[in-house]
T-cell receptor, first 114, second 113 residues
Framework: DAGVTQSPTHLIKTRGQHVTLRCSPI?????VSWYQQVLGQGPQFIFQ???????GRGNFPDRFSARQFPNYSSELNVNALLLGDSALYLC?????????????FGPGTRLTVL | AQSVSQHNHHVILSEAASLELGCNYS??????LFWYVQYPGQHLQLLLK??????LVKGIKGFEAEFIKSKFSFNLRKPSVQWSDTAEYFC???????????FGAGTTVTVRA
């Protein structure tokens, strides 16, 4: 049973560029969340998607966007990269169970902005 | 909005010592509570969770946590640590029916052999 997969593993970009990160959830899970983890801090919530609809957004600028596809995979896009966007970007696959939801995290994409 | 506070930034222990990591959250409503662990070079893994019922929950690898509602706390414990418990530990909370997880800053645990 495959877990959450993310690609690429590592990415190096320069300021002003655009980046697309990809995530495939656990088979059967219809919802994903994206988190940003800056070194030395806990993950910060960016987005949550369910059935291709955005269901939640964290306190991130409009340079951050995401979408979910019919197969429930998801992309996170960041435009006009800043040095401060350097972080580990985590995708979580959500097992929906009423009030008791669990999130299973992928290995992350390490983004370095130079 | 919820916030989570973890009391210790870095804890250093010897093998067989007992471990307790503090976690407090601020939110007035009903919450789900989680502890995640991140071993060196690995991704975040769920250690244990509390949804409802018995406030003392047991997780994997001998860890347990106690939810004390009156103190807004969810402290993690292990009676006897092993070198393999060296990792970063994160406490997280979400309001029920909300998928946004709020994480603490994490506690790095180093176990010396």
């Amino acid at each position: 049973d495959a877990g959450v997969t993310q690609s690429p593993t590592h990415l190096i970009k320069t300021r002003g560029q655009h980046v697309t990160l990809r995530c495939s959830p656990i088979s059967g899970h219809k919802s994903v969340s994206w988190y940003q983890q800056v070194l030395g801090q806990g993950p910060q919530f960016i987005f949550q998607y369910y059935e291709k609809e955005e269901r939640g957004r964290g306190n991130f600028p409009d340079r951050f966007s995401a979408r979910q596809f019919p197969n429930y995979s998801s992309e996170l896009n960041v435009n006009a990269l800043l040095l401060g966007d350097s972080a580990l970007y985590l995708c979580a696959s959500i097992r929906l169970a009423g009030a008791s939801n669990e999130q299973f995290f992928g290995p992350g994409t390490r983004l370095t902005v130079l | 909005a919820q916030s989570v506070s973890q009391h210790n930034h870095h804890v250093i222990l010897s093998e067989a010592a007992s471990l307790e990591l503090g976690c407090n959250y601020s939110y007035g409503g009903t919450v789900n509570l989680f502890w995640y662990v991140q071993y060196p070079g690995q991704h975040l893994q769920l250690l244990l969770k509390y949804f409802s019922g018995d406030p003392l929950v047991k997780g994997i690898k001998g860890f347990e946590a106690e939810f004390i509602k009156s103190k807004f706390s969810f402290n993690l414990r292990k009676p006897s640590v092993q070198w393999s418990d060296t990792a970063e530990y994160f406490c997280a909370v979400n309001a029920i029916n909300d998928y946004k997880l709020s994480f603490g800053a994490g506690t790095t645990v180093t176990v010396r052999a």
